[in-house]
Nanobody
Framework: VQLQASGGGLVQAGGSLRLSCAASGRTFSTYHMGWFRQAPGKVREFLAR????????MYATSVKDRFTMSRDNAKNTVYLQMNSLKPEDTALYFC???????????WGQGTQVTVSS
């Protein structure tokens, strides 16, 4: 599975961005998808997860109520709508796919988000 993330950029604190992640594969609708981020000098952080067979999305506490993950199976794309951005949200954002239930083993190249104060 190949993943291509896009939509990152520079935004002021309080602003919004929407990230997109386009995936290859004919069975995208059965992939579990996730969003993660990694700031310089920090470990990769889980943000949100969408399981194809569940009706709800799980979020990290740090982004719950500010970030919303959605997916469009017809376009093989997942999105991450990010609102009320804070400088501490600055990081490289990754999407990931779990194609067989064994974990997130496919990763995109990341898209940079920078939030200025």
């Amino acid at each position: 599975v190949q993943l291509q993330a896009s939509g990152g950029g520079l935004v002021q604190a309080g602003g919004s961005l929407r990230l997109s992640c386009a995936a290859s594969g004919r069975t995208f609708s059965t992939y579990h998808m996730g969003w993660f981020r990694q700031a310089p000098g920090k470990v990769r952080e889980f943000l949100a997860r969408s399981r194809w067979n569940e009706g709800r999305t799980m979020y990290a506490t740090s982004v719950k109520d500010r970030f919303t993950m959605s997916r469009d199976n017809a376009k093989n794309t997942v999105y991450l709508q990010m609102n009320s951005l804070k400088p501490e949200d600055t990081a490289l954002y990754f999407c990931a796919a779990d194609t067989d239930g064994s974990g997130f083993t496919s990763w995109g190249q990341g898209t940079q988000v920078t939030v200025s104060s």
